[in-house]
Structure formats: C-alpha cells, structure tokens
Nanobody, 117 residues
Framework: QVQLVEYGGGLVQPGGSLRLSCLAS????????IEWYRQLPGKQREWVAL???????NYAASVKGRFTISRDDAKNTVNLQMNNLKPEDTAVYYC???????????WGQGTQVTVSS
C-alpha cells in the first residue's frame, strides 16, 4: 500500500505553466497506475489524466495537448506538467493510485491550482 502526497500547486497567470508532483511512500509504486483528478467546490471530481505502470498515458479532452503526465519510479514520483493554463483549470488537484487486480488504492490530500490574472 502506498501513501500519496501532491506538491506544486499555486497561483499562475493565464498562459503560464505549473508542474504538479505526486510523491509516493511505500513499496510497489512501480506497479501502480496513477491518475490525476481535479475538483471545484460543490462540483464533482473530474478525471484529468492517467499513467499506467508501463507508461501508457491518456488525457481528458479538455487538457490534451496542454498537460503531460510522466513517472519516475526510481523517485516514486508522477508529475503533471501543465502548460498554457486557463482560468477554467482552477481547481484542487488530486492524485489517485491503484494497483489493478488488488484492493490497494490511495488518494492524496490535494493541492490548489489557481489560474488568474
């Protein structure tokens, strides 16, 4: 079982960039798929991106071409590089990890991203 912590949120102007990191503690991280979600107050959590243990990726249409997810298993880290940020990207961003075929899964505590001039 891994524990997840997000880093890297903050305030950025429209068109700017931020990199979020999801740092895992515990073993077996390399066997985990990691997803990023985001959520505005009073709204449902929205799926953003996925990276599989083998490095396969997928993105929500709203972020495709602007966001890039990557992993470094040696550092137990998944990064979400966010470029050309828009005000509608403002949300609390969460990482979620799970090991397919098992009951093991974990959410991070979230990190705030605010895109505003």
């Amino acid at each position: 079982q891994v524990q997840l912590v997000e880093y890297g949120g903050g305030l950025v102007q429209p068109g700017g960039s931020l990199r979020l990191s999801c740092l895992a503690s515990g073993s077996m991280f390399s066997m985990y798929s990691i997803e990023w979600y985001r959520q505005l107050p009073g709204k449902q959590r929205e799926w953003v991106a996925l990276i599989t243990p083998r490095g396969g990726t997928n993105y929500a249409a709203s972020v495709k071409g602007r966001f890039t997810i990557s992993r470094d298993d040696a550092k137990n880290t998944v990064n979400l590089q966010m470029n050309n940020l828009k005000p509608e990207d403002t949300a609390v961003y969460y990482c979620y990890g799970y090991q397919s075929g098992t009951q093991f899964s974990s959410w991070g505590q979230g990190t705030q991203v605010t895109v505003s001039s």
